[in-house]
């Protein structure tokens, strides 16, 4: 039985891709400044140049930082791409995994709403939409989890501390994306978890989670594209800007 529940546990962990975004704030006006995704070995990691200012409280948490149309992070300039560039690659990720669960933590009041908005500014959601059989946020997830272990704090850091006994670079969307895949792999929610917890872009706004009659199943992972390629390009601004340094 243990083995059967492991292997049903490991198929539903191959069909799973944990998202995160750093922005230049808080507000829901505010702009995406770094995109990650991971799922199992695979990742993305991208950066944008905002159109609006950072604000002082997201820089000194994220550590980004705009000068003269160049973004950096903690003092390094980094590459960037156009915000359609940043969602396409998204959305070829997303449909290289065989329309996996988008997985984050707290991303039901925050990440979706602005991924959402981004998507709708460019004409992407409906592709966006196919690509995925919807979301699951671990924060109210791991609410219900560990109802009944006293802990202090929801907030990802604190329970990678506490369940993985581990600190790591928080506000980093990449390490964000890794570390709560980590903490996923130890909370091992039951699909019937899942799926109580289950999202879309459209249903988001709904102020409990969403439950259905119909069973709910774990979509199983397509082989990966065996010569699969990021395609984002760099602009040739961007590549001139670092061979000036």
């Given amino acids: 039985m243990q083995a059967s529940e492991s292997h049903r546990a490991e198929k539903s962990q191959q069909s799973l891709v944990f998202f995160d975004l750093e922005t230049t704030g808080l507000g829901q006006s505010c702009e995406i400044v770094q995109l990650a995704a991971v799922s199992g070995g695979h990742s993305l990691n991208l950066y944008i140049i905002p159109r609006g200012r950072m604000q002082r409280g997201a820089a000194t948490v994220t550590g980004f930082r705009v000068h003269r149309r160049r973004l950096y992070l903690h003092r390094q300039l980094v590459l960037t791409n156009s915000l359609r560039e940043v969602l396409v690659s998204f959305i070829a990720f997303l449909q290289m995994l065989g329309r996996p669960l988008v997985v984050g933590h707290n991303i039901r009041r925050f990440d979706c709403p602005l991924l959402a908005r981004a998507l709708d500014e460019l004409d992407l959601r409906a592709e966006f939409e196919s690509s995925v059989s ?33 600190n790591y670079k928080a506000h980093d969307a990449l390490e964000d994306v890794r570390a709560l895949q980590a903490l996923y792999s130890v909370l091992q929610p039951t699909s019937e978890l899942i799926c109580k917890h289950r999202f879309t872009l459209d249903t988001m706004e709904n102020k409990s989670a969403p439950t259905s009659k119909v069973p709910c199943k774990i979509p199983e992972q397509r082989p990966l594209w065996e010569h699969f390629r990021h395609t984002v390009t760099v602009t040739e601004s961007k590549a001139e800007e670092l061979h000036e340094l």
């Avoid at 924060?139 to 369940?163: G, I, T, W, Y």
């Fill in 134 to 166: 919807g979301c699951v946020d671990t924060l109210p997830l791991a609410r219900e989890m560990l109802k009944d272990h006293c802990l202090k704090s929801f907030r990802q850091e604190n329970l990678v501390r506490e369940l993985l006994g581990v």
